[in-house]
């Protein structure tokens, strides 16, 4: 059980995990959340569950799959539309962690693959495909690993509905910390005339850094 709060968001998560079920290396997963969010894009209520089964190997792969349901109430700040929406899904993924520390790596790379097939009820019915691809590696250049190079990329697309049609919370966004540094959270990317962002269905953010 865990609880996250700051100015904007403000999250209350639970989680149950069976290890080795039925056999070794795999395991039995129950997550509920319920999330509320203000940003410049959207303000958001959201109340989700998720069941599934993690499976690990090779020691540095893990593999997750599950249905998912979720009923959100959503702000749109682009369109000063206030819906309610219920959305069951499929999230499919895959982690690689060959890194040396969860924390703080100085060598090794990190990827993470999802797919997650959407189908639900807004004003009308929707289904769409949402697919993501990211990843980060590390490198020390010094025998007393303080000097660490570091390269990150994320890529995203969502298909299946217009952008105008998919829930602002399900659009793509870049901008802030984590993302684009130097913007402001989720301001990169398309805006209106009010400059509230609108978000969009497809986002590729690059990064490199040195760290010492």
């Known amino acids: 059980m865990s609880v996250n ?15 080795h079920y039925p056999v070794l290396d ?3 997963l129950f997550n509920a ?21 993690e499976r690990k190997k090779w020691d540095i792969w893990s593999f ?6 979720e009923y959100t109430s959503l702000y749109n700040r682009d369109t000063l539309d206030r ?13 690689r962690d060959s890194t040396d520390d969860l924390l703080d ?3 090794g790379s990190r990827l993470g693959l999802l797919a997650t097939p ?13 697919l993501e691809a990211k990843g980060s590696a590390y490198q020390a250049v010094d025998k007393e690993e303080n000097i660490i190079f570091a390269g990150r990329f994320r890529v995203g697309a969502v298909a299946g509905e217009p952008t105008d049609t998919l829930p602002a919370s399900k659009r793509l966004y ?32 690059l990064g490199l850094e040195s760290r010492i």
């Not at 203000?38 to 569950?49: G, I, M, Q």
């Not at 819906?83 to 982690?95: E, M, R, T």
């Open 83 to 95: 819906s309610n929406f219920a959305l069951l899904g499929l999230p499919l993924s895959a982690q």
């Open 5 to 19: 709060a700051s100015v904007n968001v403000q999250t209350f998560s639970a989680d149950v995990r069976k290890p």
């Open 105 to 107: 790596p100085h060598k």
């Open 174 to 205: 870049s901008g802030g910390g984590g993302s684009v540094r130097g913007y402001k959270h989720r301001l990169v990317g398309p805006l209106n005339d009010n400059s509230v962002p609108t978000g969009g269905r497809s986002l590729m953010e």
């Open 118 to 130: 959407y189908y639900g009820t807004i004003s009308n019915t929707v289904s769409f495909l949402s």
């Open 26 to 28: 795999q395991d039995l």
């Open 64 to 69: 997750r799959g599950g249905p998912s349901l």
């Open 33 to 53: 959340t319920a999330n509320r969010e203000f940003s410049t894009a959207f303000d958001e209520r959201r109340l989700s569950a998720f069941a599934g089964i």
